[in-house]
């Protein structure tokens, strides 16, 4: 029984991955496998499929029929584990060089439907107004219930130039919304900065790419050539960001680290364990450092949080995290195919668990509006009584203002860097 029961075994995996060109990975992988098969349950899956070949109603395409079979039992895992077919596999790869075609928003699945984790920085899904937490129902009048969210972004992609409808349940909304959007070739600018006032600078990463981490070193250098060599305090600004490379986060984490653990992972296979450390070099040199998220901040984002947040080196601001903190692999099959899976989970250095749990910010900071008054005999109650506050007397920075006005948690992140270094400063 011991010689039948492994040539068995490998028999009826081999018919399950006929088509797929899988058969070389499954006898490596068998090969490898410390414990059984479970031969009744791989015996029953040989069996329907043979009964579909023979009595489905319509004649069956075998390697679709077992591709299906794959994508079912991958996704059935959890929402980030799916299987890549060539074409998917492709754009996979070109994503993370950061140019493809589409729509530049990250997704996930919740309850059957689409979940926008975010909208990615100046491509047609952001100028278009979707967001955070937005569940897509229906695409192009397709239900997307049911659909793999490989299929979804599948059925998302297309020609740039051409145009796609998105029906969306937003929270709070009375009724579902309607966004048509014309795709196009998404060109990532993964980090932009600027400075805030003098010896404030303000850094945005909108996706951790393979270069990120080197994009992020130029750019504070050109911010502190600005500031005639230092700055007194930055603004890292993660919000909308769902992530990316782990190559790229843990670079960026070391920008502003000079030791410690940065992040490390754990898994059942100790192959997916690692580990990773910051280098000497802190480019900042210690000055005051505010990281604003938000709940579009997600895993990669996430693992730069929790580093700085950890080890005392930033101040978190903003609205608690998506908590994506499980790690895919990417294994390769034959034909060009791969498989996403989920191997093991991040961890920050303090030991805690990111994925479902999100970072928490030190100081929480909701996404506010301010509106300019323009009426000015309205008296201190009656602005009370409509949530607003009198504007002062005394003259004010247009700039500043205007910042407030555009976006207000990053005028409070400003507020909040002035403060500390005030505070440093006695």
């Given amino acids: 029984m011991r010689m039948i029961r492994p040539l068995y075994s490998t028999a009826i995996l081999l018919i399950l991955a006929a088509g797929l060109g899988l058969g070389q990975t499954v006898w490596a992988e068998r090969q490898q496998a410390n414990a059984d098969l479970p031969l009744e349950e791989l015996q029953a899956v040989a069996e329907v499929y043979a009964r579909i070949r023979s009595h489905y109603v319509d004649e069956v395409d075998d390697k679709a029929l077992l591709e299906a079979a794959v994508r079912g039992m991958v996704s059935s895992l959890d929402p980030h584990s799916t299987f890549l077919d060539s074409s998917e596999f492709q754009a996979l790869q070109e994503g993370t060089r950061g140019e493809f075609g589409g729509l530049g928003i990250e997704v996930g699945q919740e309850d059957g439907f689409i979940k926008v984790i975010a909208p990615i920085d100046d491509t047609p899904a952001s100028r278009a107004g979707l967001r955070p937490g937005d569940l897509i129902t229906r695409i192009d009048d397709k239900p997307v219930k049911g659909m793999s969210l490989t299929e979804a972004v599948k059925q998302m992609r297309g020609e740039p130039g051409s145009q796609i409808t998105l029906t969306v349940v937003r929270e709070g909304e009375d009724r579902p919304l309607t966004f048509e959007i014309t795709r196009a070739v998404i060109q990532v600018e993964s980090v932009r900065a600027r400075m805030l006032e003098p010896g404030y600078g303000y850094l945005r990463i909108s996706q951790f790419q393979e270069r990120t981490g080197r994009d992020v070193r130029e750019a504070l250098s050109e911010l502190k050539r600005e500031a005639d060599g230092s700055l007194r305090g930055l603004v890292l600004d993660l919000r909308n960001n769902p992530g990316g490379v782990l190559d790229g986060a843990v670079s960026v984490a070391d920008v502003f680290l000079s030791n410690g653990r940065i992040v490390y992972t754990e898994g059942r ?60 692999s990417i294994l390769p099959l034959g034909r060009g195919a791969a498989v996403k899976l989920t191997t093991a989970r991040y961890y920050t250095p303090g030991g805690r668990s990111i994925q479902d749990k999100g970072i928490q910010p030190d100081i929480l900071s909701e996404e506010l509006r301010v509106a300019r008054v323009e009426r000015e005999d309205m008296s201190p109650a009656e602005l009370e009584r409509h949530g607003l506050r009198q504007r002062p007397d005394v003259d004010r920075d247009d700039e500043t203002e205007s910042l407030a006005q555009r976006d207000f948690t990053l005028y409070e992140a400003l507020n909040l860097l002035k403060g500390v270094g005030i505070f440093t400063g006695r």
């Fill in 269 to 328: 296979d100790e192959r997916a364990e690692m580990s990773f450390s910051a280098t000497p070099v802190d480019m900042l040199h210690g000055a005051p450092l505010v990281v604003l998220v938000n709940q579009g901040s997600a895993s990669a984002s996430e693992i730069v949080a929790g580093a700085l947040q950890d080890h005392g080196r930033a101040v978190v601001m903003g609205s608690p995290t998506f908590g994506k903190g499980s790690v895919q």
